[in-house]
């Protein structure tokens, strides 16, 4: 980025810092003086989602919007922050700065890494460094407030890193048909309580197939979602152009419409 790309940029987040510390001022908006953390994180975690939601529909615009939008939650925290003096968004900004030239000394220093998987392996062992962890209760700092699937995903790549995993994809393999075994014969007795249990252990092996995949549980379920609710109202469609109405349809006729669907795909 060259000197006026740099301005500008210090010129935008000073006008922002600016806009905040107007809106929570004695004579600014009423609502944004209000509020506290407390009140605010649950529009910080509403637009992370529409931020993803942008993303996986592949719309460069509103990506952009969104990202201004988390952005605003993060320095609207940074200054009530600030007015009780714990700490501000220049502390966020050399906190964040300082921390990414630590963690990557394979290009701030003279580290040297084979690949990408020992990049991660480097990250988790000098973040554990920082904050002088102790290794019981290491998966306790994997946030229980994320969503169960990614938080599933991020408990087992945790472990992976200290060499607790299954060797290869065959192996978890096995695993999932274990689990699905021991479901299907709670199933069968009939034991509620037991079939929950088998259910989540089913799902955390499928999980962490998915992760010796390359793949994250959480997107896959969310791309399943996505299908899903294109594939409903597809649905819904064809019975309308048969002039039957989704309310009074019968299973077999929404089943028949959904095969029809399935085989356009």
């Known amino acids: 980025m060259n000197r006026d790309g740099i301005n500008n940029l210090c010129d935008a987040l000073i006008s922002l810092v600016r806009i905040m510390e107007r809106l929570r001022a004695p004579d600014g908006c009423p609502w944004d003086a209000k509020q506290t953390e407390e009140t605010i994180k649950i529009y910080l975690l509403e637009e992370a989602y529409e931020v993803l939601d942008a993303i996986e529909n592949k719309d460069p615009k509103g990506t952009c919007e969104e990202l201004g939008d988390l952005l605003f939650m993060i320095i609207f925290l940074s200054q009530i922050a600030r007015e009780r003096n714990q700490f501000t968004l220049l502390n966020v900004l050399k906190g ?11 290009v701030f220093g003279d580290k040297k890494v084979r690949d990408a998987g020992e990049v991660s392996e480097n990250w988790a062992r ?4 920082e904050k002088k962890q102790s290794l019981v209760g290491i998966l306790d700092k994997i946030p229980p407030s994320l969503p169960a699937l990614l938080r599933a995903h991020r408990l087992s790549q945790r472990a992976a890193q200290f060499g607790f995993d299954w060797a290869d994809k065959k192996e978890i393999w ?14 069968e007795d009939g034991d509620k309580n037991k079939v ?7 799902i955390f092996s ?20 996505k299908k899903f609710v294109a594939r409903f109202n597809r ?3 064809k019975l309308k152009e048969k002039g039957i109405d989704i309310r009074e349809a019968s299973l ?7 095969e029809q669907i399935k085989e356009d795909d």
């Not at 929950?196 to 089913?202: R, T, V």
């Not at 077999?252 to 959904?258: L, Q, R, T």
């Open 174 to 187: 096995n695993k999932v048909r274990e689990e699905f075994s021991e479901l299907q014969d709670a199933i």
């Open 206 to 225: 499928l999980v962490n197939l998915s992760r010796h995949w390359g793949l994250n549980a959480e997107d896959v379920l969310r791309g399943a979602n």
């Open 96 to 106: 964040i700065k300082d921390k990414m030239i630590r963690r990557h000394p394979h």
């Open 126 to 129: 000098i973040k554990m460094e």
């Open 196 to 202: 929950k249990e088998e259910i989540g252990d089913l």
């Open 235 to 237: 649905m819904v469609n």
């Open 252 to 258: 077999d006729k929404m089943d028949e419409a959904w």
